[in-house]
Nanobody, 117 residues
Framework: QVQLVESGGGLVQPGGSLRLSCAAS????????MSWYRQAPGKEREWVAT????????MYVESVKGRFTISRDNAKSQVYLQMNSLKPEDTAVYFC??????????WGQGTQVTVSS
């Protein structure tokens, strides 16, 4: 059974940090490009960051550059999103996505991140 399970979300004050994790199972995650997306209330889902299958290449949306870091551990089938200097506008449900070069996509169920004082 294919699964992507996000964890690590929660409530944090502005300026704080959180580390999100995405655990993959049921498929060979090392063959997939992995991404994080987020969706704020009343807004469309937004791409946040992507990491290549070998972990050598990363890309970020401009609004998180210098604050967020995506990484992966293929031995553990895990992907991470380290989020520092969090802002209220980072509040959203964060989703993990796996994409194969064939076009096959898998999504997780999401984890809530709330940045508020």
């Amino acid at each position: 059974q294919v699964q992507l399970v996000e964890s690590g979300g929660g409530l944090v004050q502005p300026g704080g940090s959180l580390r999100l994790s995405c655990a993959a199972s049921g498929f060979t995650a090392s063959n997939y490009v992995m991404s994080w997306y987020r969706q704020a209330p009343g807004k469309e889902r937004e791409w946040v960051a992507t990491i290549s299958s070998d972990g050598r290449t990363t890309m970020y949306v401009e609004s998180v550059k210098g604050r967020f870091t995506i990484s992966r551990d293929n031995a553990k089938s895990q992907v991470y999103l380290q989020m520092n200097s969090l802002k209220p506008e980072d509040t959203a449900v964060y989703f993990c996505k796996a994409r194969h070069q064939s076009g096959l996509n898998y999504w997780g169920q999401g984890t809530q991140v709330t940045v508020s004082s």
